[in-house]
Each structure stands twice: as structure tokens, then as C-alpha cells.
């Protein structure tokens, strides 16, 4: 029996397990949800395709498994085109379907067309625009396998209409066949014994823990290697839920707003093990004062980002999980005494901390309870802004894929779609997104989405009436003058309860923990509005390239 | 310094583009790029001619194009003992008065003129880039109305393939 090419694309997402599709139809996908209404495929219908996308990545980065969105050709398209960005820098195993023209009026500037896959190129780790309904089958096997294999990516398809309506025989087929992808995945074991040596041999060795050990699901052969050898860790953004935030061996967050003790202990180790980090420049600060002292190993699925940014001495291409099993057992306890000794002591001494102010609540005290009254065990998404640092900072993460924030990009509007995704793939965990008033803004539509779905999601809104990261930088790098950061905001409670979500107003301090309390045991959907303290800064925080050891803003305990 | 890769690449729609636009966004300089179907005709053969400093800088553009999907197999044949060619049209002005100069220039460089005109002719020459640009330093007194070049084509000379 011959199947049309919307007919194949559902009958090969079943094939790929692919249990729910995030999307907005248009006049070029009508025959895909035609076909997805007459299969009962599960679909959520976003209010806004970069609602979409990012509740696509939400779902991978929260399941592990590929997200998948559907859009309309132009602007439908052209609207994926952030959320494919971010999940491209972050590595996260999206495939898009777009609509497109019929293959006959391509390139004549017909009504909604986009050249998406041209738009898209860079963003995307590969693209296809098909041509013959015939190559169908085999171009979504394709996606799949490279959306999710090696370094993970977002993969986009385009579909003229007359390919979703071309008729085909289908078969699915078994293998993929693409010459130029061969990601490696063992690590050379000569290196990795190289790398087991220079571990005997440090006095004052660090983890530098990144996204990448999450991607490789290789949390547990972490803490053991960081057991085993006693060698302190330091973490990412995007490695944060990767490492316990409790645990003896951590350090914190290293980097612009790291903690004193991960940005000393990197200036002054003498072994940096890289895993599944990139030297990204929110990191490393001033490259040329970055471990200065330190012999570096990396490890990274990616060729390309070995030694990118900074001269790399024992590198190791392979996935991270393989390469820490083979590592293990190479290593012996080392003896790092003194160096956890003088480490901890920095822990001590410079432990995060802010002003308690009588007037205000502050924002960390508000993630700090919430820490407390979720145990750590919560899925965190955020925005994009102070209050994200803040999460990092505060929230002591006890599990792996529960941290989702756009890290690489910085894409403010993230999290509340996201949050939607990881809802639906974790039905049963509570997920909780952390916004800021300029960021809710972004994609607050998503509330609609969220009360349709009934979808339990707790939004905590941080709200100091400005851009505060934005503002931060006005007042340290431009005197105060505060160009258009001030947000003059709506209601946002009345505006929740528009929405039909249940809303809590948060503004005393001596209520955080009741009002929390109260707001995470509804079994719907509810914003938290807590008036923060509007002039709060986030600190540590190390100015524009300078060195990571030269920090703003650190207090003494 | 210059060198010279011969990449092995699907023969696909936007392959091309991928790489040109990799090129640019990462800040690389291209010198040359040609292409053209190998005895497979699923797989193309682009020698691209590329300016980098130092080691690092080619070793990052070469892992970059590794990463594309379409690129099969990258081979840097810079210090290869290889066949280098490139072929180029070049139109000089041209009149009875000194066109026996300029024929005396073309037998020099083994090259041939293959359209004649009232005021132009046009020169096909092959060679090396240094040849070609040589012929053309020493036709430019007469005048060049327009130039074409392929760019380079190369393959290492021995058995094995690059
Ligand atoms: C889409 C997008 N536009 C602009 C920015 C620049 N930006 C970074 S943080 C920030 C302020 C965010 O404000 P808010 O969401 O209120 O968070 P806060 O910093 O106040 O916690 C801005 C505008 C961005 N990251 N993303
Ligand atoms: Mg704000």
C-alpha cells in the first residue's frame, strides 16, 4: 500500500518511539496534522513555535530522549529559528519539521516561503530540504540517528506540500548509511592511560565538569572518579545537576559568577580535567590567566573543541561515560589532602552569601528555601538573567537532567516552554521554572498552554522590575544610568489568573517559606510572584575578560 | 601560508554553500574552491586553497569541516608531491601592431589563444597558480579586459588516494 509523505512522517515517528510532537499548524503542514488528527498522534499546540522548539528541547533535556516540533513554512518556520539556536549551542537532540512550498514553486518568493534550511545551516547541526517523497523515510532515519548520536544537535526537515501529499510505498529502513558521520566514542587507551598517570601525579588536580557529562549520562562514573581520587569538582552551568551541589568535593559554579572557591582552585591547580566542557568565554574569563599553572586534559565527544580555546595536553576524543569506565579503574586514591584542605578552606570562608535587608526579600533567599522545600529533587528550568545566576548558585541539585537553562545562547523565554516539555516527559516530577519579569515576557503566551494541558508546572517569578542582569552591568560598567531596563509590568497574578492558573503573591519576607510551601502543593498550575529586592546584584562576579581570581563583590564569612 | 585541501564531499544540493558558509562564519579566509563529480558520482572533489597562520588555526578549520555531515575524508596534500593545475581565460586587449608580442608570450607558456577579435584575444593557459599568475603579470601592459580562473585542482601523484 502506498502511504503520503505526512502519512510516513507519523508512521516513522512511531518507528523512532516518539511518544508526543510540540507544534502550530499553517497552510503548509495541513495534510501532517491531517494526518496526525486521523492517527491520534499525542500534539501539544504551542501559542508560539519558539514555544514549540524550546518545549522540544525541554523534553530532551529532560528525558534524554529527542524532542520533536512541527511548524508551517515562513513564518512559522522563521519562528523556530532562536530555539533551534539554542539547542544547537547547549547540544540538544531536537529534529524540527517544517512545511514548506511545493517543490514547483520554490525560489519564486512564493506566499510564505522561507529558505529555512539556508536560514538554518549554521544553527543546525544538519538540514535537509527533500526533493522526492521517495527519500522520505530514509532522511528522517538520517535525523534522527545524527540528532541524537556523537555530539547531539538539532536537526531540521523541511516538506514542500506536494511531498507530504506525494504517495509512496513505505518501508522504514533498518541502518543509516552516511559516509562522512562516524563519531567516535572509545577513548585511545594510551591516552587515557597518559590521563590516569597525570592524575597520580597532581598535587593539586581539578574536575571541570560541563554539559557534556550529562548528555553522556555519565553522572555516576563522575562521582565515583571524584570519590576514588579525592579530587575536587568544579562545574558549569551546564554541568551544575551533573555533580551533587552538597557534596564535600564540590566547589560550585566556576567562571563570570562562579564561587571564589572554584575560580581559586582553578587558578591555582596544577591538573585540569575537562569533561564534556568547552572553555567557553563566560569560563575561562581572560584566557591567557586561565590555569595558568595547569596541565590540561580534555575530554569531548566533539573533535573541534579540543584545544579550541585554549592549548589542551592530554586530549581524548570519545564519550565521556566510555572514557571514565576505562579511566577507573587506572586510578588510584591520589594524595590530595592539602590541596582539599586549602580548597575547603577557600568553601569556607568565601561561602556564598548576600545582605538579609529588612525591606526587601531577597532573591537567593527565595531560591535558597525553595532548595530546602524541594529537597534538591525538583526539575529547575530557567530564564535568562539574575535570577538564573541565582539558581545556579543556590539551588543544591541532587539530580541529574534537572537543571535546564539556556546556557550557550542565553536565550531569555527558555524556560517556560521548556518547562511544558520536561512536564510532559516527566509527568510525574515536579518541574518548576524560575523566571525573571523581563523573560516571562518573552513567551508568556505558554501559559495558555500550560493551563489547557493542565499541566502542573510552578512558575516562580522573581520579579525586581527590571532587566536586572542588564541593569548590573549599567551599574557597574555605565555609571547607573539605566537605559531601558526599567520594566513597567502588567499584573502579573491577574494576568495568570487570566490564564486560569491559580497566582500567589510573595512581598514579606517572613512569608517565603509559607507562601512556597502553599504554592508547590497545589496539583495544578500556579505563579509565584515574589517582589524582590529591584537593585540586587549578582556577585561574585569577575568584570568583562578579566582573570577569574579577581572577583567583584566577594564577601568573607 | 597557503594550503591546499582536497576534500571528498557527497555530491548533494547545498553542499557547497555548507562549506563556504562555514568559511565565513568562523572568520576563515578561502583563496580558491573548485569542485567537480569523481569517478563515484555520489562523491564531489573540492580543492580549496586556504590562508592560515598557524598550525592551530588549520587544524580547528580542518575539525570544523569534519564536523559537516557531507565532508567524507579531508586531506591536507600542501606538502604532497602532487599534480597541481589550474586553467584560466584571459582577455587582453589587442590590435595587428602587437598581437605577435603577445603570441610570442603564449608559446612561452605553452598556452593557446583561442579567440581572436578586432581589438581582443583570448588566452587559455594551465599550470601551476605561479604560472598562471605569471602569464598574467606579463600580459597586463596590454591590457586586460576581463579574466576567468577555475581555481586549483590537485591530486597526490602517488597510488594511493588523498
Ligand atoms: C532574547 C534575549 N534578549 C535579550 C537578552 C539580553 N539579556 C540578558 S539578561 C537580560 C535581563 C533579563 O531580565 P529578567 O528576565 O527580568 O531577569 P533578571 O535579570 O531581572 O533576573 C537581558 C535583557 C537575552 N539574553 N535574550
Ligand atoms: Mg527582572
Redesign the interface.
Given at each position: 500500500m502506498k502511504l503520503t509523505g505526512a502519512q510516513i512522517l507519523v508512521e516513522c515517528l512511531k518507528e523512532e518511539g516518539v511518544e508526543v510532537l510540540f507544534g502550530y499548524p499553517g497552510g503548509k503542514v495541513l495534510s501532517i496534522y491531517d494526518a496526525l488528527y486521523q492517527d491520534d498522534f499525542s500534539h501539544i499546540i504551542n501559542r508560539h513555535e519558539q514555544g514549540a522548539v524550546h518545549a522540544a528541547d525541554g523534553y530532551a533535556r529532560a528525558t534524554g530522549r529527542p524532542g520533536v516540533c512541527l511548524a508551517t513554512s515562513g513564518p512559522g518556520a522563521t519562528n523556530l529559528v532562536t530555539g533551534l539556536a539554542t539547542a544547537y549551542m547547549d547540544s540538544v537532540p531536537v529534529i524540527a519539521f517544517t512545511g514548506q512550498v511545493p517543490t514547483t514553486l520554490l525560489g519564486r518568493d512564493t506566499f510564505q516561503e522561507a529558505d529555512i534550511?539556508?536560514i538554518t545551516?549554521?544553527i543546525t547541526?544538519?538540514n535537509y530540504?527533500v526533493r522526492d517523497v521517495a527519500d522520505l523515510p530514509r532522511v528522517i532515519k538520517e535525523a534522527f540517528h545524527?540528532a541524537t548520536t556523537g555530539r547531539p544537535g538539532p536537526v531540521l526537515i523541511d516538506l514542500p506540500s506536494d511531498i507530504s501529499d506525494g504517495k509512496t510505498r513505505f518501508r522504514y529502513p533498518e541502518k543509516v548509511s552516511?559516509?562522512?558521520?562516524k563519531p567516535t566514542y572509545n577513548g585511545n587507551f594510551k591516552q587515557i592511560k597518559a590521563m590516569a598517570s597525570a592524575l597520580r601525579k597532581a598535587e593539586k588536580p581539578v574536575l571541570y565538569v560541563g554539559g557534556g557529562t550529562t548528555i553522556s549520562g555519565a553522572e555516576q562514573e563522575l562521582l565515583e572518579l571524584a570519590e576514588k581520587t579525592q579530587i575536587p569538582v568544579v562545574t558549569t552551568l551546564m554541568g551544575m545537576a551533573a555533580f551533587p551541589s552538597s557534596h564535600r568535593l564540590a566547589l560550585g559554579m566556576l567562571g563570570m559568577h562562579g564561587t571564589v572557591a572554584a575560580n581559586y582552585a582553578v587558578t591555582e591547580c596544577d591538573l585540569l580535567v575537562a569533561i564534556g566542557a568547552r572553555f567557553d568565554d563566560r569560563v575561562t574569563g581572560k584566557v591567557e590567566t586561565f590555569a595558568p599553572q595547569a596541565k590540561i586534559v580534555q575530554i569531548d565527544i566533539?573533535?573541534?573543541e579540543?584545544?579550541?580555546n585554549v592549548?589542551v595536553d592530554i586530549p581524548i576524543v570519545g564519550d565521556i561515560k566510555k572514557v571514565l569506565t576505562d579511566l577507573l579503574p587506572l586510578v588510584t586514591p591520589g594524595d590530595t589532602g592539602a590541596w582539599l584542605a586549602k580548597t575547603g578552606a577557600w568553601k569556607e570562608k568565601y561561602a556564598l552569601s548576600y545582605e538579609r535587608n529588612e525591606k526587601y526579600i531577597a532573591p537567593q533567599e527565595v531560591l535558597e528555601i525553595l532548595s530546602e522545600l524541594t529537597k534538591g529533587e525538583a526539575i529547575i528550568c530557567t530564564e535568562v538573567g539574575q535570577h538564573q545566576m541565582w539558581v545556579a548558585q543556590y539551588y543544591q541539585f541532587t539530580k541529574a537532567r534537572s537543571f535546564l537553562t539556556s546556557g550557550g545562547l542565553g536565550t531569555m523565554g527558555y524556560g517556560l516552554p521548556a518547562a511544558i516539555g520536561a512536564q510532559i516527559g516527566r509527568p510525574n516530577q515536579l518541574v518548576i521554572n524560575v523566571a525573571g519579569d523581563g523573560s516571562l515576557q518573552m513567551n508568556i503566551q505558554e501559559l495558555a498552554t500550560i493551563a489547557a494541558y493542565r499541566l502542573p508546572v510552578k512558575v516562580i517569578l522573581l520579579n525586581n522590575s527590571y532587566l536586572g542582569m542588564v541593569r548590573q552591568w549599567q551599574e557597574h560598567f555605565y555609571a547607573k544610568r539605566y537605559a531601558g531596563t526599567f520594566l513597567e509590568n502588567p499584573d502579573f497574578i491577574k494576568l495568570a489568573e487570566a490564564y486560569g492558573i491559580k497566582g500567589f503573591l510573595l512581598n514579606e519576607r517572613e512569608k517565603i517559606k509559607d507562601v512556597l510551601a502553599e504554592a508547590l502543593a497545589v496539583s495544578g498550575p500556579v505563579l509565584v510572584e515574589c517582589r524582590v529586592n529591584p537593585e540586587e546584584n549578582v556577585f561574585p562576579m569577575v568584570p568583562p575578560n578579566g582573570a577569574i581570581n579577581q572577583m567583584m563583590g566577594v564577601m568573607e564569612s | 601560508m597557503k594550503h591546499t585541501l582536497a576534500l571528498l564531499?557527497?555530491n548533494q544540493?547545498?553542499v557547497m554553500?555548507?562549506i563556504a558558509?562555514?568559511y565565513s562564519?568562523r572568520g576563515y579566509n578561502i583563496n580558491s574552491i573548485a569542485v567537480g563529480e569523481t569517478e563515484d558520482p555520489k562523491v564531489s572533489r573540492i580543492t580549496l586553497v586556504v590562508e592560515a597562520e598557524a598550525a592551530?588555526e588549520l587544524?580547528?578549520i580542518t575539525?570544523?569541516l569534519?564536523?559537516?555531515?557531507?565532508?567524507?575524508k579531508i586531506s591536507d596534500i600542501t606538502l604532497d608531491d602532487s599534480v597541481e593545475r589550474e586553467l584560466a581565460l584571459i582577455k587582453v586587449k589587442s590590435s595587428s601592431a602587437n598581437r605577435s608580442e603577445i603570441l610570442q608570450i603564449v608559446d612561452i607558456f605553452r598556452a593557446k589563444i583561442v579567440d581572436v577579435s578586432r581589438s581582443a584575444v583570448i588566452i587559455e593557459v594551465t599550470g601551476t597558480q605561479d604560472k598562471v599568475e605569471a602569464i598574467i603579470a606579463l600580459l597586463k601592459p596590454f591590457g586586460l579586459v576581463e579574466i576567468a580562473r577555475t581555481g586549483k585542482v590537485a591530486l597526490v601523484r602517488s597510488a594511493v588516494r588523498a
Open positions: 534550511t539556508g545551516m549554521p547541526k544538519h530540504l545524527i552516511l559516509p562522512g558521520y566533539d573533535p573541534a579540543i584545544g579550541k592549548p | 564531499v557527497v544540493p547545498g554553500a555548507r558558509g562555514l562564519r592551530h587544524e580547528q575539525k570544523q569534519y564536523k559537516l555531515v557531507d565532508v567524507i
